[in-house]
């Protein structure tokens, strides 16, 4: 079982520097990793969009203590840990 995905691109790494993380509670995800420690999902995204994705990630149902951190201090948990490109809500006008 993979424990660490990155999906940000080259590019990305540089741009997308703010990290937004919370714990997977889906039951999907909880009952499978519960013996690897646990499930973290986290998304980068550029600093001009961290409000927006901040406050995205925090409606989730399925995720809790929604939070700001950084690459270093996922790097210290146990558990899977995947980081999303994290992009923020586009409203259409019609």
């Known amino acids: 079982m993979e424990m660490w995905k990155d999906d940000r691109s080259e590019e990305q790494m540089s741009t997308h520097t703010v990290i937004i993380a919370a714990r997977d ?30 406050d995205w990630v925090n409606s989730r149902s399925d995720v809790k203590r929604v939070r700001f951190t950084s690459v270093e201090n996922l790097e210290r948990l146990s558990g899977m840990v995947h980081i999303y490109v994290g992009r923020p809500k586009v409203i259409y006008d019609w």
């Open 25 to 54: 509670v889906s039951s999907l995800c909880a009952d499978a990793t519960s013996r690897y420690g646990g499930s973290t999902a986290a998304w980068a995204c550029k600093p001009e969009d961290a409000d927006s994705v901040f």
